[in-house]
């Protein structure tokens, strides 16, 4: 699976507006008050919680050192790349945090 829209706002996001504008347009570019952004910028977005939940192994051994978040809410089925998962403590910052792995929070998610 590609995908293809990336956005970000400082402000956050209205998540019922983006569905509402991803549905008249056919995608999330131009969506207001948001900026659209690389891959690679969006592996790097300083963040609370990254929840990868929609396609496998997005969390690869060439972005997990990028990645800025407190906590990683596994929601897909293995978005974290077995590379990845083997990388050493000083090589990414998802081994300083906190990874809720899939098996745990896909029935949360569910709810």
């Known amino acids: 699976m590609c995908i293809r ?3 970000h706002s400082e402000a956050g996001i209205d998540v ?6 991803r549905e008249q347009a056919g995608s999330l570019r131009g969506f207001p008050g948001a900026d659209a952004m690389s891959a690679e ?3 790097r977005v300083r963040c609370d919680f990254l929840i990868p939940a929609a396609v496998e192994n997005q969390i690869t051994e060439a972005n997990a050192g990028a990645i800025r978040t407190k906590v990683v809410v596994e ?3 293995g978005p974290t790349t077995p590379a990845a998962d083997l990388l ?3 090589y990414t910052h998802l081994r300083t945090h906190e990874t809720v792995l899939d098996l745990v929070c896909r029935p949360l998610l569910e709810k």
């Open 16 to 21: 019922d507006a983006a569905r509402a504008h």
């Open 5 to 7: 829209d990336r956005i």
């Open 88 to 90: 050493p403590a000083s």
């Open 41 to 43: 910028a969006f592996w």
């Open 75 to 77: 929601g897909a089925n």
